[in-house]
């Protein structure tokens, strides 16, 4: 099994800032792409920035939040500077994991962590 617990949500003003990380654990042979995603009641789950080969971001999230991921931790973290009330949601961790050499990828989901911008 592979695990994803995340931390770092909270209750912030808007304009500050919060930082979310989450750590793999389990029986991984490789980490391919880590992220996160990001949902509010009655909408679809949306992408917030993801690390694979490369990095992306929402446009929404683009030059306000840094993802960071460290290999050889398994680890991901977000950095998430001039929050804004319509950033309020349940912040998931992402990831795409090989569990052995001969194994295809398998997609992984953290419990989420709650993130609200108040005024």
């Known amino acids: 099994q592979v695990q994803l617990v995340e931390s770092g949500g909270g209750l912030v003003q808007a304009g500050g800032s919060l930082r979310l990380s989450c750590a793999a654990s389990?029986?991984?042979?490789?980490?391919?792409?880590m992220g996160w995603y990001r949902q509010v009641p009655g909408k679809q789950r949306e992408l917030v920035a993801i690390?694979?080969?490369?990095?992306n971001y929402a446009d929404s999230a683009r030059g306000r939040f840094t993802i960071s991921r460290d290999n050889s931790q398994k680890t991901v973290s977000l950095q998430m500077n001039s929050l804004k009330p319509e950033d309020t949601a349940v912040y998931y961790c992402?990831?795409?994991?090989?569990?052995?050499?001969?194994?295809?990828?398998?997609?992984?989901w953290g419990q989420g962590t709650q993130v609200t911008v108040s005024l």
């Open positions: 389990g029986s991984i042979f490789s980490i391919e792409a």
């Open positions: 690390s694979d080969d490369s990095t």
């Open positions: 992402y990831a795409r994991v090989r569990r052995s050499a001969s194994d295809s990828c398998g997609n992984y």
